[in-house]
């Protein structure tokens, strides 16, 4: 049997993967930067120059910088929900789910801060649209199917109480985005502790007890 040799990338492939480097390098200096600073205080200038690309490379990915906010909210929003989908797909049982997916919240909790940094600022600025608006409500809306299933699953199983599982996935999702807001004002507060003691507050909600 005659070994085949891989072909050589065609000039249009290297360009093609070339311009997505780039655009990701775009993508994270716009996201390091919207998760540090006020949305409005942020110019292209001021992305291009962490990029360390030309002003004019990003207008020729993106139309202005409300485009470029929303592809790079998209970016973190979409891996958000790998998390949330990697989490779920590892576990039958609700319980284990719901634990995991409170342990998600600490072990990435730069990350998902960095999320909730950016939607806070979001929201309060002048520069709201309906794509963006999307994006977010789509965010919350993976987090809250995954719980919903999971405490349905935990009420056929005997293990919940009979409450509306649509409440207790709500009443998670708003609470841990209440931890993580609390731990950009206040850096030092203890996630984990955080995180364990509304754990016990949830399993109260739910009725489980161990």
Same mark, same amino acid.
């Given at each position: 049997?005659?070994?085949?040799?891989?072909?050589?990338?065609?000039?249009?492939? *290297?360009?093609?993967?070339?311009?997505?480097?780039?655009?990701?390098?775009?993508?994270?200096?716009?996201?390091?930067?919207?998760?540090?600073?006020?949305?409005?205080?942020?110019?292209?200038?001021? !992305?291009?120059?962490?990029?360390?690309?030309?002003?004019?490379?990003?207008?020729? =990915?993106?139309?202005?910088?409300? &485009?470029?906010?929303?592809?790079?909210?998209?970016?973190?929003?979409?891996?958000?929900?790998? #998390? =949330?989908?990697?989490?779920?797909?590892?576990?039958?049982?609700?319980?284990?789910?719901? #634990?995991?997916?409170?342990?998600?919240?600490?072990?990435? &909790?730069?990350?998902?801060?960095? *999320?909730?940094?950016?939607?806070? +600022?979001?929201?309060?600025?002048?520069?709201?649209?309906?794509? *963006? +608006?999307?994006?977010?409500?789509?965010?919350? +809306?993976?987090?809250?199917?995954?719980?919903?299933?999971? *405490?349905?699953?935990?009420?056929?199983?005997?293990?919940?109480?009979?409450?509306?599982?649509? &409440?207790?996935?709500?009443?998670?999702?708003?609470?841990?985005?209440? !931890?993580?807001?609390?731990? !950009?004002?206040?850096?030092?507060? #203890?996630?984990?502790? &955080?995180?364990?003691?509304?754990?016990?507050?949830?399993?109260?909600?739910?009725? =489980?007890?161990?």
């Amino acid at each position: 049997m005659v070994a085949r040799t891989r072909a050589k990338p065609t000039r249009n492939e *290297v360009s093609q993967s070339e311009g997505h480097a780039k655009r990701q390098k775009i993508l994270a200096a716009a996201l390091s930067l919207f998760s540090t600073r006020d949305y409005s205080a942020i110019t292209i200038k001021d !992305i291009a120059k962490l990029a360390e690309v030309p002003t004019s490379l990003l207008y020729y =990915y993106f139309e202005d910088k409300e &485009a470029l906010f929303r592809a790079a909210l998209e970016e973190a929003v979409c891996a958000a929900m790998r #998390n =949330y989908e990697e989490v779920a797909s590892k576990h039958s049982e609700p319980v284990d789910l719901i #634990n995991d997916w409170f342990q998600m919240h600490v072990e990435l &909790a730069e990350d998902v801060r960095r *999320v909730v940094k950016i939607l806070m +600022d979001y929201s309060s600025s002048q520069s709201q649209s309906q794509l *963006v +608006d999307d994006v977010v409500r789509k965010f919350y +809306d993976v987090e809250i199917q995954i719980l919903t299933k999971a *405490v349905r699953q935990g009420q056929r199983a005997r293990l919940f109480n009979d409450i509306s599982p649509q &409440a207790a996935a709500e009443f998670a999702s708003t609470h841990l985005d209440g !931890i993580m807001v609390r731990s !950009i004002i206040q850096p030092r507060l #203890n996630i984990q502790a &955080a995180v364990n003691t509304f754990r016990k507050a949830f399993w109260a909600f739910v009725g =489980y007890e161990k």
